[in-house]
């Protein structure tokens, strides 16, 4: 799976729009849809923005691993 189709698959899991996602990293929906679409790169400060809101790693978030992981939270 690429990347960018895994920014898709857990925004959609999680029955969020893209709208609502492109507010939280402070972008425009449009933006957020070229980084869904692989035609634009997203930048490592996103990622982890991401990754904290949806409570799962970075490696699964790029496509890395395929199981998803749990942040640790204190």
């Given at each position: 799976?690429?990347?960018?189709?895994?920014l898709r698959d857990i925004r959609e899991d999680m029955d969020k729009s893209q709208t609502e996602i492109a507010e939280l990293l402070g972008i425009?929906?449009?933006?957020?849809?070229?980084?869904?679409?692989?035609?634009?790169?997203?930048?490592?400060?996103?990622?982890?923005?991401?990754?904290?809101?949806?409570?799962?790693?970075?490696?699964?978030?790029?496509?890395?691993?395929?199981?998803?992981?749990?942040?640790?939270?204190?």
């Open positions: 799976m690429n990347y960018y189709q895994r425009l929906q449009t933006q957020y849809s070229r980084y869904e679409r692989g035609v634009q790169k997203m930048g490592i400060d996103k990622y982890i923005i991401l990754a904290r809101y949806y409570n799962i790693s970075l490696d699964y978030l790029c496509g890395l691993i395929d199981t998803p992981v749990k942040l640790h939270r204190k």
